[in-house]
């Protein structure tokens, strides 16, 4: 079959082909990657809150986004300049410090939930269920990336 495809070329030649093909493709069947694997998912996530430039290179795009609300269920996949649009509002810095008493606006945190190469981390309204965000990371290289967002509402 391969000789049929390319019937001028020898088999040295056909397999330094498929070797660049393959090499081309590596780096973006594995995914997003980081200069320093992350000191702990603790670490990584206080980052990750509060820098926006390192948070978007932690991102496994497109950014899977299912949004559920009552009686309705979405997903989309995020590019880069659409998770830009929700900038600061994408995840709550320091919840403590923004808290007011407000009811309706007040964030709390569970987690993170920690598996081997996973992790889940939730933000919430504390005194009802307004919104809800579940945050998917996946460890890649020792290096943590957010991977899926659940936003619930309503």
């Given amino acids: 079959m391969v000789n049929q ?5 020898g088999a040295k030649q056909v397999a330094v082909l498929l070797a660049l093909i393959w090499l081309a493709c590596v780096p ?10 992350d000191a702990s998912f603790a670490a990584f996530l206080a980052r990750f809150k509060t820098d926006a430039a390192f948070r978007e290179r932690r991102l496994v795009l497109p950014l899977r986004l299912i949004e559920r609300g009552p009686g309705d269920v979405s997903t989309k996949n995020l590019s880069l300049a659409q998770v830009r649009i929700y900038g600061a509002g994408l995840i709550v810095a320091d919840p403590a410090a923004n808290n007011t008493g407000d009811r309706e606006t007040d964030v709390c945190e569970d987690g993170p939930h920690l598996a081997r190469n996973a ?5 919430y309204t504390c005194h009802s269920d307004v919104y809800g965000k579940t945050f998917h990371f996946v460890r890649r290289h020792g290096c943590w990336f957010l991977k899926r967002l659940d936003w619930a509402g309503g």
């Fill in 119 to 123: 992790a889940t981390f939730i933000q």
């Fill in 5 to 9: 495809l390319f019937p001028a070329a």
């Fill in 28 to 37: 973006a069947l594995a995914g997003p990657t980081c200069a320093r694997p």
